[in-house]
C-alpha cells in the first residue's frame, strides 16, 4: 500500500494529535511506535517519535514529530488500544534520518533498515536477512564493540561458530573532525547499547559492553 507523504514537523505534537493523524492515514497491519531522538526543540524534554506501518518485512514511515516526554504515557496507551502496535526505539538523534529501528517491548525482537527486516529472533534463534539463522543453541552472549580508530561499531552475536554482525555503523566522524572526542563517541554509540539491550533481552543471553576496551 501507497501511504501518503510522512507526517514531519519541528514544532512539539501533542500525544492525541499524532494518534489522530496516524487514524486518518488507516494503515494496514501493525504499527511501530518507535522513541528516540537527542536534544528537543523547546526547553522541556521530548522524544522524536517515528510512527511506522510494518507492511511485510518492510516499514513505511508515516510520522516523524516531537512529543513531550511527559506525555509518552498517553502516547503509547493510545497505540496499545489498537491491539497490534508494536513498541520500540529508532537511531534518530536530533535532525538526522533513521537507518535502523527496533521493538523492545517483550515480544519478538525485529531490527529494521529502510531496505527492510535485518534480523529477527524466532524460536529456532536469531533470523538474519542476508546471512540466514544462527542456531539458539548457539549463541551465548551480545556484545557491542567498538573498533581501535573509533570508525566502526557493531552490534554481534558471540557463540559457537560465532560472531555474528546483526548491526554495524561506519563513520568518517572521527577521522576528519578533529572537535570528535569521546562526548561525540558517546551519543553515537547510544543506538547500539540500547539496540544490544534489545536484542539479548529477546534471546535471553546476557550483554556485554565492550566499547570501553579500546
Known sequence: MRYPRAVSTSRVSAAGEVVAAIARVRPRGPVLVALGGFGSPIDAPCDRVGVFAAEGERLALLADVWVRTGERAELLAAFARRG?????????????????????????FVLWTPEGARARVEDRGLWRRVEGVVARAAIEAVEVRLSADWSIRSVVVVGRGGP??????????PAIDPTYDGIDLMVDLGWLLQAGRALAAGLGVPVRDRTGEV
Open 84 to 108: 497490534d502496535a508494536r513498541v520500540g526505539a529508532w537511531d534518530v538523534l536530533f535532525a538526522t534520518a533513521w537507518t535502523h529501528a527496533w521493538t523492545e517491548d517483550g515480544g519478538p
Open 164 to 173: 555474528w554482525t546483526v548491526a554495524e555503523e561506519v563513520s568518517q566522524m
